[in-house]
Nanobody, 125 residues
C-alpha cells in the first residue's frame, strides 16, 4: 500500500509563498499524482496533477500561473510550489496518487486511490 505524507503547510500572509511536499513510501516514477484542497464547509477541489512520466500537467483555473507541481523521483517526493497566495487559498491540502493510469491525469478525486492525511495552509494577515 502506497503511503503519502504531506508537509509544509503554514500560516502565511497574502501575497506570500509556500512549498508543500508529499513524501511517498515507494517510488513515484510510475504514479499519476494529484494535489487537492478542501476549505471548511466546501467540497474537495482539484488543484493540479501530472501524469505518469510527467508529460502532462494540469492546473485549476483558480491557481493557474501561481502554483507549480513538480517531483523529485530520487526522493520519492512531489511538490506544490504556491506563489501570490490569496485568502481563498486557505484549505487543507492533500496529495493523491494512482499507479494504474498511463499517459493522462485529471484533477478529479475519484480517479485517485492513495491519499495523504493533508496539511493545513492558512493565508491571512
Amino acid at each position: 500500500q502506497l503511503q503519502l505524507v504531506e508537509s509544509g503547510g503554514a500560516l502565511v500572509q497574502p501575497g506570500g509563498s509556500l512549498r508543500l511536499s508529499c513524501a511517498a513510501s515507494a517510488s513515484l516514477d510510475y504514479a499519476t499524482i494529484g494535489w487537492f484542497r478542501q476549505a471548511p464547509g466546501k467540497e474537495r477541489e482539484g488543484v493540479s496533477c501530472f501524469s505518469k512520466g510527467g508529460g502532462i500537467t494540469k492546473y485549476a483555473d483558480s491557481v493557474k500561473g501561481r502554483f507549480t507541481i513538480s517531483r523529485d523521483n530520487a526522493k520519492n517526493t512531489v511538490y506544490l510550489q504556491m506563489e501570490s497566495l490569496k485568502p481563498e487559498d486557505t484549505a487543507v491540502y492533500y496529495c493523491a496518487a494512482n499507479t494504474a493510469l498511463v499517459g493522462w491525469c485529471a484533477i478529479v478525486s475519484d480517479i485517485y486511490n492513495h491519499w495523504g492525511q493533508g496539511t493545513q495552509v492558512t493565508v491571512s494577515s
